[in-house]
């Protein structure tokens, strides 16, 4: 996997609201000269990915540093380092000097990926499909990518930056934009909003499926080794096609959906794409204990994750003395439940009563680095479950959303049956399970947004009040 060469397409500046998608002259002959041939647009696609994954999105701010404090998964008293940033996240400062430039970096360097997937499709549409190597399977993959990836980053603005749907989200927030160059977009209701990231991500499934889903294709998005692992499963096609969990493909376009049209409040559409998962051949738990060594991002049963070979060097200095990201009130949050590999594979112990993520700890044998190290979880199986469970929560059916999430418990090592749970308590187990699942992943601020409940902070300590809605940076009101 190293020796995929990813090249940014860097062609937007952002300097405020009026200019933001402005191009150059000179810029639009680079352009033209990109975009002539297939190779222009695979090189214009894997840039975005590549800008996605540096540590001002989810590289760091967006999983496990910035997003995971703001999901209160630190102990505050253990993170000093850095001015101060994530100890002010925590707080939801998000006015402090310290917090301010990393929301405004969020919010850049999201809408410039945004310009870019806007130009790649606005391009592409227009190309005659001859100039791909593989013609129109070639043309139909990467803009399925391409939209994938605007619904996706979208969304995730629209989780950051305006109420959830739940909470009654009733005025205009931010802009959801779909032409290039473009100066500037309406801001929009929630419900609008929304419409606009389902379109996007129902086209680029049917796109991504004419070609993930071909029966010589499939094993690619079934099998982690080619998924995610260090095997390229197209040998005769080159790097660009494999990899396929590293990039949008039909498997994790429809997890996007069912996250989607879960938050949207479309429950049985979610439940019908989450079940599709999993059920989904090759999407599989690690059977035995000995297959997480070297494997405490738990591979198998990642859906999507973005790649950087820096990340744990990024990650590294949250390690020492100077600032540990201990997980807050780790023992009460397993309960003693040491056999959850959760516990034992995916957390670390780094100093005496100092328990942290694993998951971004580098390893010292390479080999295991190679595999595991660069790997940024973006979705994974487990949620599947929680959406699908959820699903059963609003049909009354407690029972049946009770034995879905101890199936996945016991699919970690974790046999302890679950008491009698009312509703509102099946909710709590399910969100301190999460908690459990997705540390460094930046999930949990979401989950406690959509059920609009305050975050959990151990067993005798009140619960937190979140701040869920962050200030659009004032320089880019739009």
């Known amino acids: 996997m190293k020796k995929i060469i990813y090249i940014a397409l860097c062609l937007i500046g952002f300097s405020g609201c009026d200019n933001w998608l402005d191009v150059s002259a000179s810029d639009q002959i680079k352009e033209s000269q990109l975009f002539e041939n297939g190779n222009g647009f695979r090189s214009a696609l894997l840039g975005i990915y590549q800008n996605l994954s540096t540590e001002d999105l989810y590289g760091k701010n967006m999983t496990w540093g910035f997003m995971d404090c703001l999901g209160q998964l630190y102990d505050p008293k253990a993170i000093t380092l850095n001015g101060g940033e994530l100890v002010q996240a925590q707080n939801y400062a998000f006015e402090h000097s310290a917090v301010k430039p990393v929301i405004t970096k969020i919010w850049e360097s999201m809408y410039n990926c945004i310009a870019n997937c806007n130009n790649v499709i606005t391009n592409i549409e227009h190309a005659s499909p001859s100039i791909f190597e593989y013609k129109e399977e070639e043309k139909n993959m990467i803009l399925g990518e391409a939209l994938a990836l605007r619904g996706f980053m979208h969304f995730d603005l629209l989780r950051l930056f305006a109420p959830a749907p739940k909470a009654g989200a009733s005025g205009t927030y931010i802009p959801y934009c779909t032409s290039y160059p473009e100066i500037r977009s309406p801001k929009l209701s929630v419900d609008d909003f929304l419409k606009l990231v389902i379109e996007d991500l129902e086209k680029a499934q049917d796109l991504t499926a004419k070609f993930d ?257 962050l200030p659009v940076p004032a320089s880019e009101n739009i």
């Open 213 to 469: 889903t071909l029966p010589d294709n499939i094993k690619a998005i079934q099998d982690a080794f080619y998924r995610v692992g260090k095997a390229n499963y197209f040998q005769e096609r080159g790097i660009f096609w494999s990899y396929r969990g590293t990039r949008m493909n039909y498997m994790n376009v429809t997890a996007l959906l069912a996250r989607v049209y879960m938050y949207s409040g479309q429950i049985d559409k979610a439940y019908e794409e989450a079940k599709y998962l999993l059920d989904f051949e090759g999407l599989e738990y690690p059977s035995y204990s000995s297959s997480y060594d070297g494997n405490s991002k738990s591979r198998e049963d990642i859906i999507l994750a973005f790649f950087n070979k820096n990340v744990t060097e990024i990650f590294k200095p949250w390690t020492g003395e100077n600032g540990y990201l201990k997980i807050r009130n780790v023992e009460d949050l397993f309960e003693g439940e040491t056999t959850d590999r959760r516990y034992s594979k995916m957390t670390t112990e780094i100093a005496k009563g100092t328990r942290i993520s694993a998951k971004y700890v580098g390893y010292e044998d390479p080999s295991k680095e190679r595999d595991n190290g660069p790997l940024i979880p973006v979705i994974r199986k487990a949620e599947m479950y929680y959406i699908a469970c959820e699903y059963f929560l609003q049909h009354k059916k407690v029972d049946e959303a009770k034995a879905l999430l101890a199936e996945l418990r016991e699919e970690r090592g974790n046999g302890k049956p679950l008491p009698e749970l009312s509703e509102s308590q099946f909710i709590e187990t399910m969100l301190l399970d999460a908690r459990r699942e997705l540390m460094s992943e930046g999930q949990l601020f979401f989950l406690y947004k959509y059920y609009n409940l305050p975050i959990w902070d151990g067993k005798t300590n009140p619960a937190i009040t979140a701040k869920f809605v």
